[in-house]
């Protein structure tokens, strides 16, 4: 079992509606977690990060994570063109290093 | 404030040779961590330095080396170049255990 997975798409949603990402993780000791959004060719891009179990919301963008379930989730609403690219979920269990999930491919339909 | 910067951003190396990769962290992150990214692979983690010190080390092979100095820079070695080293390497910094922000990244290509 990879120790953060991703689905890894594509996902394809049409413009204006919501965009739904889901990751899993192995380590019950996690305490930290974050979201990039990678375009390609470029480095990744810090979207949200998220500690505690519920929802947090910032923009068109809402982070979810359920520590008991060990998901995290990322709803981008209003998806735009623009949103399309690779997602990236990150978690840091607790030492100092982060383990990446392979990325999910979001492409939004015009 | 300036972001995390990367030099050089392209190399082409051949088989057998080495490469220096240089990370500039953002003013004031103590913490510089260095990444492999490969569309097989993804993002893996090669290590991270804090204060000159390596914290913390992924699951690569020594040929793949680096250090910081005293005002953060950090450097990354891979000695004995192989074909399936090329990739996009990427340097993140944080101030703190949380949020790390990326560079640019260097693309090594090995010939």
């Known amino acids: 079992q990879k120790e953060v997975e991703q689905n890894s798409g594509p996902l394809s949603v049409p413009e204006g509606a919501i965009a739904s990402l889901n990751c899993t993780y192995s380590d019950r000791g996690s305490q930290s977690f974050f979201w990039y959004r990678q375009y390609s060719g470029k480095s990744p891009e810090l979207i949200m990060s998220?500690?505690?179990?519920g929802d947090k919301e910032d923009g068109r963008f809402t982070a979810q994570l359920n520590k008991a379930s060990q998901y995290v989730s990322l709803l981008i609403r209003d998806s735009q063109p623009s949103d399309s690219a690779t997602y990236l979920c990150?978690?840091?269990?607790?030492?100092?290093?982060?383990?990446f999930g392979t990325g999910t491919r979001l492409k939004v339909l015009a | 404030k300036a972001g995390v910067t990367q030099t050089p951003r392209y190399l082409i190396k051949t088989r057998g040779q080495q490469v220096t990769l240089s990370c500039s962290p953002i003013?004031?992150?103590?913490?510089v961590s260095w990444y492999q990214q490969t569309p097989g692979q993804g993002l893996q983690f090669l290590f991270e330095y804090f204060s000159e010190t390596q914290r913390n080390k992924g699951n690569f092979p020594g040929r793949f080396s680096g250090r910081q100095f005293s005002n953060s820079r950090s450097e990354m070695n891979v000695s004995t170049l192989e074909l399936g080293d090329s990739a996009l390497y990427l340097c993140?910094?944080?101030?703190?255990?949380?949020?790390?922000?990326f560079g640019p990244g260097t693309r090594l290509l090995v010939l």
């Open positions: 993140a910094s944080k101030v703190s255990q949380e949020t790390q922000y």
């Open positions: 998220i500690y505690s179990n």
């Open positions: 990150a978690v840091a269990p607790g030492t100092y290093k982060y383990i």
């Open positions: 003013s004031g992150h103590r913490s």
